[in-house]
């Protein structure tokens, strides 16, 4: 498991492994926004995301879409569109990312 402080301040995310197996690479995070973390709606990357929501409550937005999710909720969307949580509703939050992405 690899610790890291997430790409945005009040985030943070540890990598739970990776796989490549031919050319789909596949990375797992779980995430957790640490007190004072804000909303950010700016991440955009190739691949398929999949969220499940252990904890907490927010507005997660997905291109011009958005949906209030909590515990044991689930997304699963292209991950070209601009996407992140837009409000968070309560805390503490934490869910599980995975990331699958074609690789060349």
Same mark, same amino acid.
């Given at each position: ?24 690479? %596949?990375? =797992?995070?779980? %995430?957790?926004?640490? =007190? ?9 990357? =190739? ?58």
């Amino acid at each position: 498991m690899i610790d890291r402080i997430g790409a945005l301040e009040g985030d943070r995310s540890e990598l739970l492994g990776h796989s490549l197996s031919g050319n789909l690479f %596949v990375e =797992p995070y779980l %995430v957790t926004l640490l =007190p004072g973390a804000g909303p950010y709606v700016t991440f955009q990357h =190739p691949g398929l995301k999949f969220l499940h929501f252990l904890s907490g409550a927010v507005t997660y937005r997905r291109g011009s879409k958005s949906v209030e999710v909590g515990a044991a909720d689930t997304l699963l969307f292209d991950a070209t569109v601009l996407h992140g949580i837009e409000a968070i509703l309560s805390g503490p939050v934490s869910y599980l990312s995975v990331v699958f992405t074609l690789r060349d």
